[in-house]
């Protein structure tokens, strides 16, 4: 495990805390966005009534289960293993990945438990923070893993889906914060990823045919590079962009 703080080398992802107030105005629209993006890409890949507890195929759907999974996932990204590359760092792009899908399927949690509006009203006043730029290792494990102790909470009947829901909000800001993540990253990232998983939904990632390698690269990778070009994320350019790369490789 890492002892020392790590500087984040995305300076660009460290905005000044009076240019986020600044911008508050904004937070809602973008929290729209993101949850009407979410409901649209579930209402596609899962059917119109997923928020029931099972997709169109039957298959039951399990949240908790997603949200505790992309944790464990994130934590590997991390040099946490004490028999094994101890003096490795940490990779901080895909940590960056993993919040997101985390926060996808965080997302759909509060849209079976309730609706658009009323879910950008839970979530706006979390998004306001300053993300560090000196990454604590242990810390940011440490407040991960919370993610994971309030969905085996919720799963067991010792907290209430409504309070598990705002503790959830809360901690995973918390967790954007200590991973150098800000809102504006974490809002451009989950377009992008909101994208490519509508983009694999249509090439076959279902049923197994989608080919996640382009030309030696993850399609995570490819899509990062793509939005970073990008002032403001579109859903349809970048849909168009991912598509010529995908044709291009594969």
């Not at 805390?17 to 890949?45: C, G, V």
């Not at 990778?221 to 349809?236: A, C, H, L, R």
Request: charged letters at 25%; aromatic letters at 10%; one cysteine or more.
């Amino acid at each position: 495990m890492l002892n020392k703080d790590l500087k984040t080398s995305e300076n660009k992802e460290h905005l000044p805390l009076i240019s986020l107030l600044e911008d508050t105005s904004s937070l809602p629209y973008k929290l729209e966005e993101m949850f009407l993006l979410q409901k649209q890409l579930n209402d596609s890949t899962n059917g119109k009534n997923w928020e029931l507890g099972s997709n169109k195929f039957g298959k039951d759907i399990n949240w908790l289960r997603c949200i505790h999974m992309e944790v464990s996932e994130l934590i590997e990204s991390t040099p946490w293993k004490h028999w094994k590359n101890i003096n490795s760092e940490p990779d901080m792009s895909n940590i960056h990945v993993e919040l997101v899908d985390i926060w996808h399927f965080l997302m759909s949690y509060i849209l079976q438990e309730t609706n658009v509006p009323k879910a950008v009203s839970l979530v706006n006043n979390h998004c306001i923070y300053q993300s560090v730029e000196n990454i604590n290792v242990k810390e940011m494990i440490k407040e991960s893993e919370k993610l994971s102790y309030i969905s085996l909470a919720i799963e067991t009947g010792n907290m209430s889906k409504l309070s598990g829901i705002k503790n959830f909000i809360e901690q995973f800001f918390n967790c954007c914060k200590t991973s150098g993540l800000s809102f504006t990253w974490l809002q451009k990232l989950y377009i992008g990823k909101n994208c490519l998983n509508k983009f694999r939904q249509d090439n076959g990632y279902k049923e197994g045919t989608y080919i996640k390698e382009w030309n030696g690269r993850e399609d995570n990778v490819v899509m990062i590079e793509i939005i970073e070009t990008m002032q403001n994320v579109s859903f349809d350019i970048l849909y168009e962009e991912l598509t010529k790369s995908y044709s291009k490789y594969n």
